[in-house]
């Protein structure tokens, strides 16, 4: 069957079409993004104004639209954190309806991380045992950890790219000092939530990152992925160490041409390096493996294990 995922997220509308049938893995049909940056459409009150409501309607219409023309057997549509931490999500969520005829389903950053901790085993395999995987999309950082599909713990962080940026990085390029304040509110969030992971659970065999920040910062840092297997570069900690200095003196506009770095990443880029690069050093991580896929392929299996029987309730929207 070709199955459409339309996932509003903070940063961009994005639709991923693939063909998926139970026993097999999901092939990649059609993908297309439309790009909002919700984290820039909130006013004082945390709700998303006038300018980015039409945005997130235009990005869903044209979404729709697509998956008209290609013709799928379903299409399940979700929201992430921008709209579930919006003040009038509600609203903006009936509004969605009301004029493109979506519904969309809202995760919470639980529902994210564990959706997504299955679509990293399944791209890993169980050989890859205990994982601990970090998240960053542009409103939350969800943590996930455990040695199954699903995790034994996760939590979800307001620590996302763009709302970092938004929050403390107002300046372009920003200053030291704000630089440092996003670091040490970084520090102390992830120091808060540790000792879930470090008391309860064994140390990971895999730390895994996933979501478009750390895949375009394992390009910029590691490399182009490889020529023959196709798999992502690793990230290690000491290059994010080495390229944040260089990264805090550009302004957006000169980062969006980085290697890896597309125009809608270059204004929140510095924020996810440096949130990233903090929660690797609070969690004494080394190396980062990089998984292609994430949430919007974990919602793909989930839907194409409801159609093998296997138990797992479908993403519906």
């Not at 962080?157 to 990085?169: D, E, K, Q, V, W």
């Amino acid at each position: 069957m070709r199955l459409g995922v339309i996932d509003v997220g903070s940063n961009t509308v994005h639709l991923l079409v693939v063909d998926a049938h139970p026993g097999a893995s999901p092939i990649p049909f059609h993908s297309q993004r439309s790009t909002v940056r919700l984290m820039r459409y909130l006013d004082a009150h945390g709700a998303i104004v006038e300018e980015g409501v039409q945005l997130i309607l235009d990005g869903v219409k044209e979404s729709v639209r697509t998956a008209r023309e290609i013709g799928v057997d379903d299409l399940i549509s979700t929201a992430t954190s921008a709209i579930r931490e919006a003040s009038n999500g509600d609203e903006v969520l009936a509004r969605i309806t009301r004029e493109t005829g979506v519904q969309l389903q809202v995760l919470s950053g639980e529902d994210e991380a564990r959706i997504t901790m299955l679509a990293v085993r399944r791209w890993l395999g169980w050989s890859a045992g205990e994982v601990l995987l970090f998240d960053i999309g542009g409103g939350s950082f969800e943590i996930a950890q455990g040695a199954d599909e699903y995790p034994d713990v996760q939590v979800s962080l307001p620590l996302g790219a763009g709302r970092s940026t938004i929050n403390f990085l107002v300046e372009d390029p920003p200053p030291y000092e704000a630089v440092s304040k996003l670091r040490a509110h970084a520090r102390a969030e992830f120091t808060r939530v540790r000792e879930e992971f470090f008391m309860e659970r064994p140390r990971p065999k895999r730390v895994v990152g996933t979501s478009k920040t750390i895949r375009s910062l394992a390009r910029l840092v590691g490399g182009p992925p490889d020529p023959v297997t196709g798999d992502l570069a690793q990230l290690h900690y000491v290059g994010l160490r080495e390229w944040e200095p260089s990264l805090r003196q550009m302004p957006g506009s000169v980062r969006e041409f980085l290697p890896g770095i597309t125009p809608e990443r270059g204004y929140q880029i510095l924020a996810g390096a440096i949130v990233l690069r903090t929660a690797m050093k609070v969690f004494e991580v080394e190396t980062l493996n990089v998984s292609p896929w994430a949430l919007r392929e974990g919602i793909v299996l989930r839907y194409i294990d409801a159609l093998d029987g296997r138990g797992a309730e479908p993403v519906e929207g």
